[in-house]
């Protein structure tokens, strides 16, 4: 019998053998409006979780340019071969990075959504506009990636199905409920884009303006909207 021998992770990055240790999630895992409460980092080695760590404290202090395999691998002071091993590629340790903030996102929603005194109303939603807005960090985060999605085929197709999800939860806080009818489903897809562009065009406007006029914002919106939403509501 041959003898077989026992590599490290180092040996198997560089031998280009299949990466380990990735979470295996899908937007088909979540529960509820769409955002699952599994943290998709849980099913990670040690190693890989204080890797995933390392990158975002990476991103949040040199952005995007700055999150190289080198920096990541500094930072967490591992061998610069085992982020291939675990992520496969820079742009696995993105697409894993951009997981992990939509669970602190759903996370999120889902202890507001508990709290509320009546969940499913526009204010609901206006009140997660706002904790976004002023969550100038996280924004900036958030937006330093998208940059790499709009660049890379397999970043773009995962944040395109997340914001499919995203769009749901808006629907979801404002109080409208989803339907098995076509036409129907365009229509609160549609407004469910324009809830989703408010959040991410005020959160923009907010991280690059410190004397933006959020409140003044969320009021116009709540006034523009209100009917709306109410309508498809009832």
Not at 4 to 23: F, L, M, Q, V
Not at 148 to 175: D, I, P
């Given at each position: 019998?041959?003898?077989?021998?026992?590599?490290?992770?180092?040996?198997?990055?560089?031998?280009?053998?299949?990466?380990?240790?990735?979470?295996?999630?899908?937007?088909?895992?979540?529960?509820?409006?769409?955002?699952?409460?599994?943290?998709?980092?849980?099913?990670?080695?040690?190693t890989a979780r204080s890797i995933l760590a390392a990158?975002?404290?990476v991103l949040a202090e040199r952005g995007l340019e700055?999150?190289?395999?080198?920096?990541?691998?500094?930072?967490?002071?591992?061998?610069?071969?085992?982020?291939?091993?675990h992520f496969g590629s820079r742009a696995g340790l993105?697409?894993?990075?951009?997981?992990?903030?939509?669970?602190?996102?759903?996370?999120?929603?889902?202890?507001?959504?508990?709290?509320?005194?009546?969940?499913?109303?526009?204010?609901?939603?206006?009140?997660?506009?706002?904790?976004?807005?002023?969550?100038?960090?996280?924004?900036?985060?958030?937006?330093?990636?998208?940059?790499?999605?709009?660049?890379?085929?397999?970043?773009?197709?995962?944040?395109?199905?997340?914001?499919?999800?995203?769009?749901?939860?808006?629907?979801?806080?404002?109080?409208?409920?989803?339907?098995?009818?076509?036409?129907?489903?365009?229509?609160?897809?549609?407004?469910?884009?324009?809830?989703?562009?408010?959040?991410?065009?005020?959160?923009?406007?907010?991280?690059?303006?410190?004397?933006?006029?959020?409140?003044?914002?969320?009021?116009?919106?709540?006034?523009?909207?209100?009917?709306?939403?109410?309508?498809?509501?009832?």
């Open positions: 019998m041959a003898d077989t021998e026992r590599t490290s992770p180092e040996d198997d990055a560089i031998a280009g053998r299949r990466p380990r240790g990735r979470p295996k999630k899908t937007v088909s895992d979540a529960s509820g409006p769409g955002l699952s409460l599994e943290n998709p980092t849980d099913s990670l080695p040690a990158a975002r404290t700055g999150l190289t395999i080198e920096a990541v691998a500094n930072e967490a002071n591992v061998s610069r071969t085992l982020i291939p091993y993105v697409e894993i990075l951009i997981d992990s903030l939509f669970h602190d996102f759903a996370v999120d929603i889902r202890r507001r959504q508990a709290g509320a005194a009546s969940p499913g109303r526009l204010d609901d939603f206006l009140e997660m506009v706002r904790l976004e807005a002023i969550d100038v960090p996280g924004q900036r985060d958030f937006f330093e990636l998208m940059v790499c999605c709009l660049r890379e085929e397999q970043l773009r197709q995962r944040m395109a199905a997340l914001f499919t999800v995203y769009r749901e939860v808006n629907l979801t806080l404002a109080g409208v409920a989803g339907s098995d009818d076509p036409d129907r489903r365009r229509q609160l897809a549609a407004v469910g884009a324009v809830l989703q562009a408010i959040t991410d065009g005020l959160a923009l406007q907010a991280a690059m303006d410190p004397e933006f006029d959020l409140e003044g914002a969320i009021a116009a919106v709540e006034e523009l909207m209100g009917t709306t939403v109410a309508e498809l509501g009832a």
